[in-house]
């Protein structure tokens, strides 16, 4: 597989730009051959991108990342477990916190739509 760097951003569902941004902060290979018609990307590129994709949608960051990648080198499953365990705990908390806010939001919304008199709750209760 020879991919260029479009057709790897387009197979990692990113942009260009987030392929070069990867690589500036080290997370992603730059591609092997000479420009400009040998530079290309292989399969474990489209792989470790795929990976940087999927864990930044679980919360990760890029440095958290980075650790996760160098873990995987080193086979720190209790490393990695405990990253993951951490990354759950924020997830449950901001889980919590949007629950919360929603339930305000709702209770708000259905005094908002009881009353056609005095200052809309919605409103004042952001004041």
Not at 69 to 89: F, T, V, Y
Not at 102 to 121: Q, V
């Amino acid at each position: 597989m020879a991919l260029r760097i479009s057709e790897l951003a387009k197979a990692g569902g990113v942009g260009v730009e987030t392929v070069r941004f990867y690589q500036r902060k080290g997370l992603l290979a730059a591609p092997t051959g000479e420009a400009p018609a040998g530079r290309h990307y292989g399969s474990d590129d489209v792989r470790r991108l795929r990976f940087i994709r999927s864990a930044q949608e679980a919360g990760f960051t890029l440095r958290e990342i980075e650790e996760l990648l160098a873990l995987d080198r080193s086979n720190d499953r209790p490393r990695a477990r405990a990253m993951a365990q951490a990354r759950i705990a924020d997830l449950d908390a901001k889980i919590s916190t949007l629950t919360e806010a929603r339930n305000k939001l709702a209770k708000l919304a259905g005094e908002c739509a009881g009353s056609k008199t005095g200052p809309c709750p919605i409103i004042a209760s952001f004041e």
